[in-house]
């Protein structure tokens, strides 16, 4: 039986997307009956896209077997899209063994925020989600393959992977995960040298052996933020092979569960008789499933733009109003740092996403009866994955390993979910505050006003920032300068709470996969360049930033802050390939509704 809230939203949704449901529906039934697809093709034209390839051309041209379009993420500068090297070239070889074949459509473009936060390459991170739909689309353009394999694990790489491929949403596919890198440097260990570097009490030198003790090998990031966040939420939609998200890469289970995911797309097609195009795995439930494994593990707030977008490329509407109201029923079962002090795969050990789903499912708060990629309900996903000689098994996870880690829902961390929807004279904003002590979960204190984060770093050296204070960074929102995270901000601001004053960070970007301790309002919308009143902030207001009773406000005289001009926006920002983006920004539409400007160009 599903839990009351759960349906409720459920249903809100279902009710505000019909009109655009219908039409995704539409869409695809006609793409499945008269798009453009082998059988149809040109001689001329298959020859092309046979040409590049030896051993599967026979095999092609008898188009007898599925032929599996891969999209890859692989660049070996990023450590959890490096694993995908080898990836074309087995899935190649598992393809032929189910009389399929593969090849490889296209590559997207993955950037790590991990690289380029601080800098001037973070201003293109937000828009490289819709580059990557973009590419997804483009490498699925030539109407040659009859399902996909989405090779993407991090930040923007997955929703953009989804938000392109449910264009094509009457072709199977399957995200294909990497695996997280083994545990180094403890996160707790690496903010302390983080914040010791920010006060001078730690060299550049120790600051970069801490940093590449914690960021040591091939594989995602071990800390519980947006790349992570995606392949929970892979899991809660079933869109991945059960069990897939955290297994290390390099090991005979990871391998398996590449191989099976690979056999288990060629039976899924339209050709056979278990069709299961992706979109219609991915609906109000699946969309609702993500929104509430967000909120029972503490994930990153990056997907409080995520979830809208991927969800408005399949014809849904999910608003911030609908986390609000789940946040308020699911309850908290996962603590995994920056919300707790383990890692993920300390998580994965726990009982990882099987003890998760399982949980969930047990007290009503996820949508079993979802159409999965696997065969299953997502039932199946409540079970651990794992090898009896060559062969892949799945059995219960048992009790939790570590209930510092995971609990039942029973003994939750938290009876909510830990974010919240803040609304008053500045705007409607995102406060995550699952990793926040109670007793800072309201920060009244006066404003220190910035437009770039850099010049709150520069401050926060001199001394400037030495009291109570609500720092609020504003012209960060996509339509300024592309939304780049704010991740710089963390350790002054968190050696400012540990010197015992009371401090909070007011702005329209983002601080969202790895925020932790410090309490921030994000998302802050609308965005003062188009019109927020965040831009009417002067040093010296007082701002109330209130989780419990979810206010955001000025505490300024009405008539004095309606009177208040806006404050200009600074110029856009040239160099780093940013004047190549400006259509971007200046086509993107809110963070609620998912802050991209293709689908707002689209009318999606």
């Not at 090849?103 to 973070?122: E, K």
């Not at 829902?409 to 974010?419: C, H, I, K, N, T």
């Not at 802050?561 to 600074?570: C, F, S, V």
Request: some cysteine; aromatic content about 6%.
């Amino acid at each position: 039986m599903i839990h009351a809230a759960v349906a409720a939203v459920t249903q809100r949704i279902v009710e505000r997307s019909r009109p655009g449901r219908r039409a995704y529906l539409d869409l695809i039934d006609r793409e499945r009956e008269s798009a453009v697809r082998r059988p149809n093709l040109g001689c001329a034209n298959l020859a092309h896209a046979y040409a590049g390839t030896d051993e599967d051309r026979e095999a092609m041209k008898a188009d007898r077997g599925m032929n599996i379009g891969l999209v890859t993420s692989y660049n070996d500068m990023l450590s959890a899209h490096a694993v995908f090297y080898r990836y074309p070239e087995q899935m190649k070889v598992w393809a032929r063994e189910v009389g399929a074949t593969a090849q490889v459509a296209g590559a997207t473009p993955a950037m790590c925020d991990g690289v380029t936060q601080g800098y001037a390459g973070m201003e293109l991170s937000l828009f490289s989600r819709d580059t990557i739909a973009l590419s997804t689309a483009v490498a699925l353009s030539h109407g040659t393959f009859e399902g996909a394999a989405l090779l993407g694990i991090c930040d923007k790489i997955v929703p953009g992977l989804l938000m392109g491929a449910l264009r094509f949403g009457h072709l199977p596919a399957i995200l294909i995960p990497g695996g997280p890198m083994p545990t180094g440097l403890p996160n707790k260990a690496k903010a302390a040298v983080r914040e010791r570097f920010a006060v001078g009490d730690a060299s550049r030198e120790e600051l970069l052996d801490a940093e590449i003790q914690a960021y040591h090998g091939k594989g995602t990031c071990t800390f519980y933020g947006t790349a992570n966040t995606n392949q929970m939420m892979m899991e809660v939609m079933g869109l991945h092979m059960p069990g897939a998200a955290f297994v290390n890469p390099g090991t005979k289970l990871r391998q398996e569960l590449t191989r099976a995911a690979v056999h288990r797309l060629a039976a899924i097609g339209q050709r056979g008789d278990d069709y299961r195009p992706l979109g219609w795995c991915v609906d109000e439930r699946s969309i609702v499933n993500a929104a509430v494994g967000l909120l029972a593990t503490g994930g990153s707030t990056n997907h409080l733009m995520h979830i809208p977008a991927i969800a408005r490329a399949a014809g849904i509407v999910i608003d911030w109003e609908d986390f609000d109201r789940l946040s308020a029923a699911v309850p908290l079962i996962a603590r995994v740092y920056p919300n707790g002090s383990a890692d993920v795969n300390a998580f994965e050990a726990a009982g990882g996403m099987p003890f998760v789903i399982r949980e969930l499912i047990g007290a009503g708060y996820l949508h079993d009866d979802i159409m999965t990629v696997s065969g299953e309900s997502l039932s199946a996903y409540g079970a651990k994955p794992g090898l009896d000689g060559d062969a892949l098994t799945w059995t219960d996870p048992g009790a939790s390993g570590d209930e510092t880690i995971l609990r039942p829902v029973a003994q939750p961390f938290s009876a909510d979910g830990g974010m919240r929807i803040l609304a008053g004279n500045i705007g409607r904003a995102c406060i995550k505050v699952s990793a926040v002590d109670r007793e800072r979960w309201v920060i009244e204190a006066p404003a220190r006003v910035f437009d770039d984060q850099l010049d709150v770093i520069a401050a926060f050296q001199r001394g400037e920032l030495e009291r109570d204070v609500v720092v609020v960074v504003r012209f960060q929102g996509p339509r300024a300068n592309g939304m780049p995270e704010l991740h710089k901000l963390t350790p002054p601001l968190g050696v400012l709470q540990n010197r015992g004053f009371k401090v909070a960070l007011v702005t329209d970007g983002r601080m969202s996969g790895a925020s932790g301790k410090v309490p921030c309002a994000i998302h802050c919308s609308p965005e003062a360049l188009g019109g927020g009143a965040i831009g009417r902030i002067r040093d010296g207001d007082v701002i109330r930033v209130d989780a419990v009773a979810g206010m955001l406000t000025a505490l300024v005289d009405a008539a004095e802050w309606e009177a208040r001009t806006l404050d200009a926006a600074p110029p856009p920002a040239t160099g780093f390939g940013r004047e190549l983006f400006g259509l971007f920004r200046a086509q993107a539409d809110e963070a609620e509704k998912g802050a991209s400007a293709v689908l707002a160009g689209a009318g999606l």
